[in-house]
């Protein structure tokens, strides 16, 4: 019998994603260097790709969500509580890298343009508020916009009406909930073609030559990150769940952090993490409700650029900081973050808020927001395959934990 007839040929599409999606990678880092009006013609690959995930994720979210609390199991949602735990002190820690980084890096900003047409929230009180009211938006204009707190708050008032329903209205919405996790299934196979587009539109409009200015301030920003993936958030599962963390923490890393890393959308990622986490095989009553959640509040990213980005500007001007005053960023960048959802612009826009803590006028503050739109191709990557990824981090600890 010869070898070839020992061997069944592959088609790539029974390869795994992941090296499909790094052979899209590769493609569109070849196809932009090659040509840059080719890089930028493919850009709408990207684009569809993208929509086709934030047009799908809410009502995923949705229909999971109250499909999951309607025929919800006893005890099912008692791992709710220590995966938010998790996701606060998650992001609260890494606040507190990202201070101790820049006091060891200290990096200094040139601040000459200003982010036009930006509004950035005027104080704490506002961020909090704007939350509160999105919980209470209408159900069909959050599933329009794309406001997961709001079709969090509506799909867990439905599930608990549900709750009491006859079991065939409950199976009815069992099956429309399979029926959307199948819609998305497909939606994700088609990640390489997005993510080909992705960068090739990345690399062809911006390059690398944008960013060398800025890089001190990125390996601080990266290497904070890197610090929180590596070291922090393997510590925290450890202590979760008493395992090794790090066969959990790389799948998260290479199966939710690369999509995440190149479609920069936490919103578009949650149906990547939906299907991660079916394939862990993990309490679909847990992380049908803290996949959405950690989508919102788990931002340990958003935390790391908000604290990074607002120490440089105080480096800049040559402002001190005592520890105690260092702290206070720690809480209100932690803060900060958890309502980076809530705000248009996301985490950059709540830079002058932090920045307020130290005097430092809204117009210069705002003209550290342009830098992080200058250098966003690699922080908002970088924040984004963070958040995402220790969405399931989390998720599997706690549902992993004996």
């Known amino acids: 019998m010869t070898t070839e007839q020992v061997l069944p040929k592959k088609s790539v599409w029974q390869f795994g994603l992941v090296p499909q999606i790094i052979v899209g990678i590769l493609l569109g880092i070849a196809l932009a260097s090659i040509s840059k009006e080719a890089g930028q013609a493919v850009a709408m690959l990207g684009a569809l790709f993208v929509k086709a995930l934030k047009a799908i994720a809410p ?20 791992k709710m509580k220590p995966v938010l735990v998790l996701y606060l002190l998650g992001t609260f820690l890494a606040a507190l890298t990202a201070v101790a980084a820049s006091f060891m890096f200290p990096t200094t900003l040139i601040l000459t ?30 599933l329009l916009t794309g406001n997961f707190i709001g079709v969090l708050a509506w799909a867990i008032g439905f599930g608990l009406g549900l709750h009491h329903a006859n079991s065939t209205t409950k199976k009815v919405f069992a099956d429309i909930s399979h029926g959307v996790s199948h819609l998305v299934t497909l939606i994700i196979r088609l990640a390489p073609i997005g993510i080909f587009g992705l960068v090739a539109e990345t690399i062809a409009t911006t390059g690398f030559s944008a960013l060398a200015s800025y890089g001190q301030l990125l390996a601080v ?4 990150m890197a610090f929180i993936a590596f070291i922090i958030n393997p510590l925290l599962v450890f202590l979760t769940n008493r395992k090794n963390p790090y066969p959990l923490v790389f799948t998260c890393l290479r199966e939710s952090g690369i999509p995440a890393f190149f479609t920069r959308s936490s919103a578009a990622n949650i149906p990547v993490n939906m299907m991660l986490c079916e394939k862990l095989k993990l309490d679909e009553d847990t992380y049908s409700v803290s996949i959405p959640l950690g ?11 908000i604290t990074v980005l607002t120490l440089a500007a105080v480096h800049t001007l040559q402002i001190p900081v005592d520890f105690a005053t260092a702290m206070l960023l720690s809480v209100v960048a932690s803060l900060c973050a958890c309502g980076a959802s809530g705000v248009a612009g996301g985490s950059l826009l709540l830079i002058p808020l932090a920045c307020s803590l130290f005097g430092i006028q809204a117009e210069t503050a705002m003209q550290v927001v342009a830098v992080g739109f200058i250098i966003g191709v690699i922080q908002d990557s970088c924040e984004t395959a963070l958040n995402s990824s220790t969405d399931v981090v989390f998720t599997a600890a706690v549902s992993q934990r004996q």
């Open 221 to 224: 920003l990266v290497g904070s």
């Open 113 to 142: 343009t200003a982010a036009d047409g930006a509004n950035a929230p005027q104080g704490i009180s506002q961020v909090l508020t704007d939350i509160l009211y999105k919980v209470v938006d209408n159900p069909i204009n959050a």
């Open 295 to 305: 989508a919102t509040i788990n931002m340990a990213g958003a935390a790391i650029t």
């Open 59 to 78: 009502i995923l979210v949705f229909v999971l969500v109250a499909s999951a609390i309607a025929n919800r199991k006893i005890g099912g949602q008692a």
